[in-house]
């Protein structure tokens, strides 16, 4: 049962211009929504989260949406930067702690 | 550094041996997660402990167990290990909202 699904595997973005990470979830009890991301060889760091109760949260270049009725939420990233070449996961959650998570984006930036 | 130390970083063991993968969550976080990451896969949940007292199971072999001790680290055992069990493992803790992950413990089997 795969409640969480990032069907993207990977994507690729010049530098400069904005990248769009997409998730789709099932479970609409989910209340909370984080984006985590992840370089190699290192632990998953959390990047931004949003509420059921809001559609968008922004964070310098990050700005999370979310729309509800399509249990879809999706990261922006702009503009893009080299260093946010990395894996993203998306990871609704239940009372904001126990957290689902995708199998993950791997996202390249190109100079 | 996220405050969630895991010990040791990298391990080689042989096929049919025991490891245990050590975990201490950051200060004053009660629970501790543990997450397994094969070649290219998403994050498989393990099990749960919160305050000693195990919280919820994930996809855990029956051959992987787990416990959290009174000063709340956390020890995660892998016996009869297989080739396939070469994963990277992260333990992770939350008090609030979200988890911090440690930066995980390498297993390679051969």
């Known amino acids: 049962d795969q409640q969480v699904k990032q069907n993207s595997p990977s994507l690729s973005v010049q530098e400069g211009r904005i990248s769009i990470l997409n998730c789709d979830y099932t479970?609409?009890?989910?209340?909370?929504f984080l984006w985590y991301k992840k370089y190699p060889a290192e632990g998953p760091t959390f990047l931004i989260s949003i509420s059921s109760i809001k559609d968008k949260n922004e964070d310098g270049r990050f700005t999370v949406f979310l729309n509800k009725s399509a249990k879809h939420l999706s990261l922006h990233i702009v503009p893009s930067q080299p260093g946010d070449s990395a894996v993203y996961f998306c990871a609704p959650a239940r009372g904001a702690q126990k957290l689902v998570f995708g199998q993950g984006t791997r996202l390249t930036i190109n100079p | 550094d996220s405050g969630v130390t895991q010990t040791p970083k990298h391990l080689i063991t042989a096929t049919g041996q025991r490891v245990t993968l050590r975990c201490s969550p950051r200060?004053?976080?009660?629970?501790v997660y543990w997450y397994q990451q094969s070649l290219d896969q998403g994050l498989q949940f393990l099990i749960q402990?919160?305050?000693?007292?195990?919280?919820a199971k994930g996809n855990i072999l029956e051959r992987f167990s787990a416990q959290q001790f009174p000063d709340l680290h956390s020890e995660l055992n892998l016996s009869s290990l297989e080739l396939g069990d070469s994963a990277l493992y992260f333990c992770?803790?939350?008090?609030?909202?979200?988890?911090?992950f440690g930066s995980g413990t390498r297993l390679t089997v051969v």
């Open positions: 402990y919160y305050n000693g007292e195990e919280r």
């Open positions: 200060s004053g976080d009660l629970s």
């Open positions: 992770a803790s939350s008090r609030g909202v979200g988890y911090t």
């Open positions: 479970n609409s009890m989910f209340d909370y």
